[in-house]
């Protein structure tokens, strides 16, 4: 996992950098204290690979134009936003291993400074001046607080099916790698068989994504994580280890699990407890698997463009995503 990370460093650096350069010219706010708060969210250690897969998945499809960096920019607003809310609604500590932004300033001030990413998505956008990725990052910012809703509503309740699971993950998380992929087919004029196929790639990548972090929490090590140990047990996010050990365990276990689950002050010890069961009823290693089908999907949607370095790249971080620990 090593070297397969060094590797894909070694060779997207300069797109790295150029996109750190693009984040904080195009930020431009009006007053100190958001760019401030902005800037918390958005320079503590975030791995880009929101904006990465734009630029990758636009040069795959051939773009030629030069404002590939300034447009990727839209995506690590837009998922800066969703963080800032998410830290506030949930009550969480630790965000990439740092004190979350509400914990230094206000809940209302950080709220809107996510408001404010949002908005400025929107507009660099409209820069584009292409109704269609106008069109689609609405789209994509009206999913994202939808699944955040159906997350909340849901809080705790340990009936949550596979099914609404998968619905809240693609609204929450999937559909800005869809989106990302998708808009560089729209700036490139790609073909509809060409968007189709960076479309799927982002989609299923986003589903394996969210799939390894929520397998994240189950990983007795904060300093790895960045966040606590069981957080997002703890703010009563019920994900598919649990959804579908449960589902598969007998009613002994099964109370024993729901009596954990239901305690958001529960111990180490029981958070252990808890970990012996999924792997006994299989909840790790089915999500492991969910998520690994989702990855064969992404690389098998590449297979429409000729073999090049971009491919490869755009299939080591397909590999990546299954094996990160963090």
């Not at 300069?14 to 204290?33: C, G, H, Q, R, S």
């Not at 995506?75 to 949930?90: N, P």
């Not at 606590?228 to 449960?246: F, N, Q, R, S, Y």
């Not at 009596?259 to 009823?281: D, P, Q």
């Amino acid at each position: 996992m090593k070297d397969l990370k060094q590797e894909l460093l070694s060779i997207v650096g300069k797109d790295l950098a150029e996109i750190e350069v693009a984040l904080t010219d195009n930020l431009t706010p009006y007053l100190d204290i958001v760019s401030d708060v902005a800037k918390h969210i958005l320079f503590a250690g975030g791995k880009r690979l929101r904006p990465l897969l734009m630029v990758l998945s636009a040069r795959i499809c051939n773009y030629k134009g030069g404002y590939d960096k300034v447009f990727s920019t839209i995506f690590e607003y837009l998922h800066a936003a969703t963080l800032l809310h998410d830290d506030v609604i949930d009550g969480a500590e630790l965000r990439r291993g740092k004190p979350v932004a509400n914990s230094i300033w206000k809940n209302s001030t950080v709220v809107l400074t996510g408001d404010f990413l949002l908005a400025r998505g929107l507009s660099i956008a409209a820069a584009t001046e292409k109704p269609s990725v106008i069109k689609i990052v609405a789209e994509i910012t009206e999913n994202m607080s939808q699944g955040e809703i159906e997350q909340l509503l849901r809080k705790g309740d340990i009936n949550l099916t596979e099914e609404e699971y998968r619905k809240i993950i693609w609204r929450k998380t999937a559909v800005l790698f869809q989106g990302a992929c998708r808009i560089s087919a729209r700036l490139a004029n790609a073909s509809k068989r060409e968007e189709k196929a960076v479309s799927n790639y982002g989609y299923n990548l986003g589903m394996a994504f969210q799939m390894a972090d929520d397998l994240l929490d189950y990983t007795l090590d904060t300093k790895v994580i960045g966040k606590g140990v069981g957080a997002d047990l703890k703010e009563g996010k019920v994900t598919l280890p649990v959804i579908h050990a449960l589902k598969e365990a007998d009613s002994k276990d099964r109370l024993k699990m729901e009596r954990i689950i239901k305690n958001n002050k529960f111990s180490v010890r029981n958070f252990n407890s808890l970990i012996k069961l999924l792997e006994k009823y299989e909840g790790i290693s089915y999500t492991e698997k969910c998520a690994k089908d989702h990855i064969k999907e992404a690389k098998e949607s590449l297979l429409v463009f000729e073999p090049s370095e971009t491919r490869n790249i755009l299939e080591y971080i397909a590999d990546y995503t299954l094996l990160r620990k963090s």
